[in-house]
């Protein structure tokens, strides 16, 4: 009951908080990962800067993962630039989250790079 509560309290200190939320998702207990993401997500759009500054310093995998669905779902242009280079990652699991945050993005230069990766992918040697 005090894990509960101790929660709850982290969690209502956190909410609108960008800083306690990252930290919280930061956590090596993969429930207070899933609701500090979820902090997170609610907040996206207004921090995408910070989302590409905590990004591009992540060290976790698991964190950095987290952190490209985020800046994926933020729909901001200011993403494009670090969805383009997880796209033509070797990690199947970044380049498969990048390419999701490219469809969500929906601009021409997106759909155009996404159009030139399946393209490659499939050996078509078309431009």
């Known amino acids: 009951m005090d894990y509960e509560r101790a929660r709850a309290r982290a969690l209502r ?16 207990d993969p429930q207070a990962m ?4 979820a902090l ?3 907040t ?3 921090h995408v800067q910070e989302l590409l500054d905590a990004y591009g310093q992540e060290a976790d995998y698991r964190t950095q993962f987290l952190l490209l669905e985020l800046i994926g779902e933020t729909r901001s242009a200011q993403a494009f630039e670090v969805l383009a280079v997880e796209l033509l990652s070797d ?4 380049s498969s989250r990048a390419e999701r ?3 969500l993005l929906d601009t021409r230069e997106a759909r155009r790079l996404l159009w030139q990766h399946q393209n490659n992918r499939s ?3 078309g431009t």
Not at 13 to 28: D, K, V, W
Not at 34 to 37: A, K, L, N, P
């Open 123 to 125: 050996g078509f040697a």
């Open 34 to 37: 899933e609701d500090g993401f």
């Open 44 to 46: 996206a759009r207004q």
């Open 101 to 103: 945050g490219l469809r």
């Open 91 to 94: 990690d199947e699991v970044f």
């Open 40 to 42: 997170l997500r609610d």
């Open 13 to 28: 200190s956190a909410t609108g908080n960008f800083n306690r939320s990252l930290a919280i998702m930061r956590s090596r």
